[in-house]
């Protein structure tokens, strides 16, 4: 079974602009959830998705948003980038229910300049 | 609001020898569950162990334990016979159980980085 996957690996973009980061959660996995990693900061909640809708959002400023598509694919976007915001983007899936371990993605490694 | 701490930004560990994590947390609930996720150098992020709070009986996974005391709000994680390959980035977690609006999240500790000494 193919594992959590998030593109692109790699980043690098400038103050102001926008992005967007895909990730693909495990087959049959419903919940899409979203982190920000940051050195001393770990890992920061920022949104999960279940079936289309957000169920559960983090403190984040409202530049950054989320959707999830039928298919349970998921996009991350910031927009008005800072620098403050170069970080670790990881995405994590997980069916739904008790007991219920996330599946991590390698992440995407956000730069801005 | 739930809270996990991680006190401990780094520890090392010669091979072989055991070594123990700390997590402490804070929460008002009583059933929840709590996780240690190993993050290796440039490697996907994996689920250590985890542990149901109303299983009094420690979780253990071959050498991975934990030392589970509810009362205190404390999860350590114990390595023994660290191995090189334990080298990485431990994250104690916490999540709560579904309420009646289903809705629950991850809570996560800043991290331990574990050096392993040959």
């Known amino acids: 079974k193919a594992g959590v996957t998030q593109t692109p690996r790699y980043l690098i973009k400038t103050r102001g602009q926008q992005v967007t980061l895909s990730c693909s959660p495990i087959s049959g996995h419903r919940s899409v959830s979203w982190y920000q990693q940051t050195p001393g900061q770990g890992l920061q909640f920022l949104f999960e998705y279940f079936s289309e809708t957000q169920r559960n959002k983090g403190n984040f400023p409202g530049r950054f948003s989320g959707r999830q598509f039928s298919n349970s694919r998921s996009e991350m976007n910031v927009s008005t980038l800072e620098l403050g915001d170069s970080a670790l983007y990881l995405c994590?899936?997980?069916?739904?229910?008790?007991?219920?371990?996330?599946?991590f993605g390698p992440g995407t490694r956000l730069t801005v300049l | 609001a739930q809270t996990v701490t991680q006190s401990q930004p780094e520890m090392s560990v010669q091979e072989a020898e055991t070594v123990t994590l700390s997590c402490t947390y804070d929460t008002s609930e009583s059933d929840y569950y709590l996780f240690w996720y190993k993050q290796p150098p440039s490697r996907q992020m994996i689920l250590v162990i985890r542990?149901?709070?109303?299983?009094?009986q420690n979780a253990t996974e071959n050498r991975f334990s934990v030392n589970f005391q509810k009362a205190a709000k404390s999860f350590s994680l114990k390595i023994s016979d660290s191995q090189l390959g334990d080298a990485a980035m431990y994250f104690c977690a916490y999540r709560r159980t579904p309420s009646t609006s289903g809705t629950y999240k991850y809570i996560f500790g800043t991290g331990t980085r574990l050096k392993v000494l040959a």
């Open positions: 994590a899936s997980s069916r739904d229910g008790p007991y219920i371990e996330q599946f």
């Open positions: 542990q149901e709070a109303y299983k009094q």
